[in-house]
């Protein structure tokens, strides 16, 4: 089994390119992973759906990742790096070998990677597909991320019957009022869905109202 050391990832629970990491993302400092060479299509698999791991290969992996944590070492249960031979993926899995989180490494460190692996042969490992995952159809994590706080406080709005804040909104975006709440709401609900030239106006709308 081969290693990587001193490398940074950024766990979420959901894939991010290194370039959308936001400052407040909690960044592991990572003394040394392991690392796997697989095929093409185990390697999408894996890093675009939820899968659990067979034993066998939690055996392999347990705790033989470490982290660097407030000046000591610490070692994380199931962790580990996949590549393709062409890109590289972080795993971490729960307790019960489901991947949770993933992260992608940064690209100096995923060209040091590459290079390592490059003459290495690929590894069998052995999984399942438990949950499919719906692509974002190539949003960025700015979109998805207030297309969640869009959502929330437009469900909020609809739920406490507000109909004037309802009908406020429509005529900011489409310059005409709406005869119920329910047709308001709908409406709006598709502006947010299809990410169009209203989603920053409704976006600035709610921040300025969710900080008074």
Same mark, same amino acid.
């Given at each position: 089994?081969?290693?990587?050391?001193?490398?940074?990832?950024?766990?979420?629970?959901?894939?991010?390119?290194?370039?959308?990491?936001?400052?407040?993302?909690? %960044?592991?400092?990572?003394?040394?992973?392991? %690392?796997?060479?697989?095929?093409?299509?185990?390697?999408?698999?894996?890093?675009?759906?939820?899968?659990?791991?067979?034993?066998?290969?939690?055996?392999?992996?347990?705790?033989?990742?470490?982290?660097?944590?407030?000046?000591?070492?610490?070692?994380?249960?199931?962790?580990?790096?996949?590549?393709?031979?062409?890109?590289?993926?972080? %795993?971490?899995?729960?307790?019960?070998?489901?991947?949770?989180?993933?992260?992608?490494?940064?690209?100096?460190?995923?060209?040091?990677?590459?290079?390592?692996?490059?003459?290495?042969?690929?590894?069998?490992?052995?999984?399942?597909?438990?949950?499919?995952?719906?692509?974002?159809?190539?949003?960025?994590?700015?979109?998805?991320?207030?297309?969640?706080?869009?959502?929330?406080?437009?469900?909020?709005?609809?739920?406490?019957?507000?109909?004037?804040?309802?009908?406020?909104?429509?005529?900011?975006?489409?310059?005409?009022?709406?005869?119920?709440?329910?047709?308001?709401?709908?409406?709006?609900?598709?502006?947010?869905?299809?990410?169009?030239?209203?989603?920053?106006?409704?976006?600035?709308?709610?921040?300025?109202?969710?900080?008074?």
């Amino acid at each position: 089994m081969s290693y990587i050391y001193d490398v940074l990832v950024n766990f979420q629970k959901e894939y991010y390119d290194f370039f959308e990491w936001n400052k407040n993302d909690n %960044i592991y400092h990572i003394r040394k992973i392991p %690392i796997f060479k697989i095929n093409n299509a185990e390697y999408k698999n894996i890093k675009d759906n939820i899968v659990k791991f067979e034993q066998k290969f939690l055996n392999l992996i347990n705790l033989k990742t470490e982290q660097f944590k407030q000046n000591n070492i610490s070692k994380i249960k199931y962790c580990f790096i996949i590549s393709n031979g062409k890109e590289a993926i972080a %795993i971490k899995l729960n307790k019960n070998a489901v991947t949770t989180h993933k992260s992608d490494l940064l690209p100096n460190e995923t060209d040091d990677l590459l290079e390592l692996i490059k003459l290495e042969k690929e590894t069998k490992i052995n999984f399942k597909i438990i949950k499919t995952k719906t692509p974002n159809n190539f949003k960025t994590r700015f979109e998805i991320e207030n297309e969640k706080f869009l959502y929330e406080q437009l469900d909020k709005i609809y739920k406490q019957n507000n109909f004037q804040k309802l009908n406020y909104l429509c005529l900011e975006c489409f310059n005409k009022e709406e005869k119920n709440s329910k047709n308001a709401y709908l409406k709006l609900k598709e502006e947010i869905k299809n990410t169009n030239q209203n989603f920053q106006k409704l976006y600035n709308i709610f921040k300025i109202i969710t900080q008074k």
